[in-house]
């Protein structure tokens, strides 16, 4: 069997799905091959994961967790694979704030008296989280923009 390679596993991930194959199901290490079954429709052949209670297992004795040889129909070349799933920059700015009721005003309205805590939270939809942060330790604007490149979006007052 040849060896496989893996040139972008997100994009053979892509390729997989398209073809209604969970990537959770094929080992890494494994050779996927594309083919024509018995009756000249092509397909996908792929070893797969068994599972027991949703885990793979290993049967007595052998060297790794079991599995079958499976055959599926191809759907989609792998030219024609929709591109793989990316986290987008998409970056957000909390300021903290803290609050108190205000001095009553004349007519009896009350206002509450609102201040910046000090303090921010910088999250990314890639995955990006300072959690709360001096906004003194907060990275530069330069910085932000570089790393998490349009649409940048924030709240930074
Ligand atoms: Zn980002």
Redesign the pocket.
């Known amino acids: 069997m040849p060896t496989p390679t893996y040139p972008d596993l997100a994009v053979t991930v892509a390729w997989l799905e398209a073809n209604g194959i969970d990537p959770n199901d094929v080992p890494l290490d494994s050779a996927i091959t594309e083919g024509m079954d018995s009756e000249g429709h092509p397909v996908i052949r792929y070893t797969a994961l068994l599972r027991r209670d949703g885990r793979p297992y290993a049967l007595k004795g052998a060297a790794g967790p079991a599995t079958e040889q499976r055959e599926v129909p191809l759907i989609t070349p792998r030219s024609e694979a929709p591109g793989p799933w990316a986290k987008q ?1 998409e ?1 957000h700015v909390y300021n903290q704030t803290e609050a108190r009721p205000g001095k009553p005003e004349a007519d009896g309205t009350a206002w509450m008296d609102v201040r910046s805590a000090g303090m921010v939270h910088l999250l ?3 995955g ?1 989280s300072t959690g709360w942060i001096s906004r003194r330790d907060m990275p530069s604007l330069e910085q932000l923009q570089t ?2 490149a349009s649409p940048f979006r924030s709240t930074i007052g």
Do not use: R, S
């Open positions: 920059h970056l990314c939809n890639c990006y790393d998490h």
